[in-house]
């Protein structure tokens, strides 16, 4: 007879995973509302006090959030560039990413490195596209000319060579609209268009569909912070409720499994937090070290620990947002003496490399190692799966979700045998 009920019980589970999978595309946005809400819970709990109301408690809770917020916000502000220091950054960034571009994929003799540049040359478009100076910024630019103003206050004549060469080259884009074409220069400093594939006319009806699909997509988002507010308002209402449709004969099986979910998610959590805060201070110190500008190197450290977060993917995009920097920096004091330019790239990688190497060897066995003691063939498959069903959402809670099914697993199995159920 417990046999039999044991198997209704997975029956029951078989089904109910059958039924999530048919509305599979609400996963991911109930998943991100379910983690902001626990991880909202400790600071909950340090407003619950006996005699004051529940909702009063989170309205509190709330409120220490977004003065603390504030604070941090006011505090990183300073760090941040100004309107004409983000101005130049773009304006560099444009300049020098195709300055690059063209030494390195189009003025080559390499067959090879000519026929990636070709085939990366969408993708760079679409990022030249969003260097592009807007009129406001056009206008800034020239206020930032006037003479009358202080030096710190005005942009110099090498930004302003480079914003004028900016310009130029999309003086000239505008008369070829080839989309697929990449402006280079050639011997004697004259703007060229350099071909890469056939052109390209602009079709409306797929801006249409881009335009709906992106509607659809932040509708059904709105999901994420309506799970997070009821969530938050809970007062373990869903967890007795969920208790009280649980058979008495599995009562304390039930309760094991819910405190040993709650101990795997807070390990996780917890840990993946310190580890991206290590990841994030590594990466500040070697950017320091191979002389990165203090906000330069702040802005990094910070991108390079939230991006951590992601498995395998992450580390990657840390990596390759420190080598872009690299590429089109010009001012850094090293506190090596004999790193130049030149060689800023190259160490630039190191830096990420060894940054990873402390994550791969110390951050993560001793931080996470508790909570996520997973083969690595179970991530990596768990990551590919993920990320052709859900996207970039998918891989980021795959960690957590497989987590999670571990932990009821091996509780499942464990408290069965030991009550003979199985």
Request: with cysteine.
């Given at each position: ?9 997975l029956?029951?589970?078989?089904l109910?995973?059958?039924l ?7 996963i ?7 983690v902001?809400?626990y ?5 909950k709990?340090?407003f ?7 909702e009063?408690?989170v309205?509190?809770a709330?409120?220490f959030?977004l003065?603390a ?8 502000k ?5 309107e ?5 950054l773009?304006?560099?960034?444009d ?11 189009i003025?080559?003799?390499s ?15 679409s ?18 000319r006037?003479?009358?103003?202080k030096?710190?206050q005005?942009i110099?004549?090498r930004?302003?060579e480079y914003?004028?060469?900016n310009q130029?080259r ?9 989309p697929?074409a990449?402006?280079t220069?050639?011997?004697?400093g004259e703007m ?8 390209i006319n602009?079709d409306?009806?797929k801006e249409?569909?881009q ?11 709105m999901?994420?912070p309506?799970v997070f ?7 373990g ?12 004969s599995?009562?304390?099986l039930?309760?094991?499994l819910?405190d040993?979910?709650?101990?795997a998610?807070g390990?996780?959590?917890?840990g ?5 805060l290590?990841v994030?201070?590594s ?7 191979i002389?990165?500008?203090f906000s ?8 390079c620990?939230?991006?951590?977060a992601?498995?395998?993917?992450g ?5 390759l947002?420190?080598l872009?920097y690299?590429l089109?920096?010009?001012?850094i004091h090293?506190?090596?003496?004999f790193?130049?330019l ?10 990420a490399g060894?940054?990873q190497?402390?994550d791969?060897i ?14 690595p ?5 768990s ?7 859900f ?8 960690i957590?979700?497989v ?9 499942l199995i464990?408290?069965l045998?030991a009550?003979?159920?199985?």
């Open positions: 007879m417990r046999k039999l009920q044991v198997f209704f019980v029956g029951a589970i078989a109910a995973l059958t999530v999978w048919s509305v599979s595309v609400l991911p946005p109930v998943l991100v509302g379910v902001f809400a991880v909202f819970r400790p600071l709990a340090k619950h006090f006996s005699w004051l109301p529940h009063v408690g309205f509190l709330f409120g959030i003065i917020s504030t604070l941090v916000f006011f505090k990183v300073s760090f941040l560039p100004s004409k220091e983000k101005i130049e773009k304006i560099r960034l300049y020098r990413l195709h300055k690059k571009y063209s030494e390195i994929f003025d080559t003799q067959s090879f490195l000519s026929s990636i540049g070709k085939e990366i040359a969408p993708a760079f478009q990022v030249s596209s969003l260097l592009e100076i807007t009129p406001y910024e056009q206008d800034k630019v020239e206020k930032f006037l003479s009358h103003l030096k710190k005005r110099s004549d930004y302003y914003y004028m060469a130029r999309r003086n000239v884009e505008q008369i070829y609209r080839e697929s990449v402006l220069f050639d011997e004697n060229k268009a350099v071909q890469t594939e056939e052109k602009p409306k009806a249409k569909e335009s709906s699909q992106l509607l659809y997509l932040l509708s059904l988002w999901l994420a309506l507010i009821f969530l938050i308002f809970d007062n209402q869903i967890r007795r409720f969920l208790v009280k449709l649980v058979p008495n599995y009562f304390e039930t309760l094991t819910i040993r979910l709650d101990e998610i390990l996780y959590l917890r993946t937090a310190m580890e991206c290590l994030a201070l990466t500040f110190i070697g950017s320091l070290v002389g990165l500008p330069a190197a702040v802005l990094l450290s910070m991108v620990g939230a991006l951590n992601v498995p395998f993917l580390p990657m995009l840390g990596g947002a420190l872009s690299a089109i920096a010009e001012d090293p506190l090596l003496p790193l130049t030149d060689h800023l790239p190259v160490a630039a990688l190191i830096v060894t940054v190497v402390l791969n110390f951050f993560a066995p001793v931080v996470l190692g508790r909570a996520v003691s997973l083969h063939l179970v991530v990596i498959l990551l590919s799966a993920s990320s052709l069903l996207g970039v959402v998918g891989v980021v809670l795959t957590p979700t987590v999670v099914v571990k932990t009821i697993v091996h509780t464990t408290q045998k009550y003979r159920l199985i």
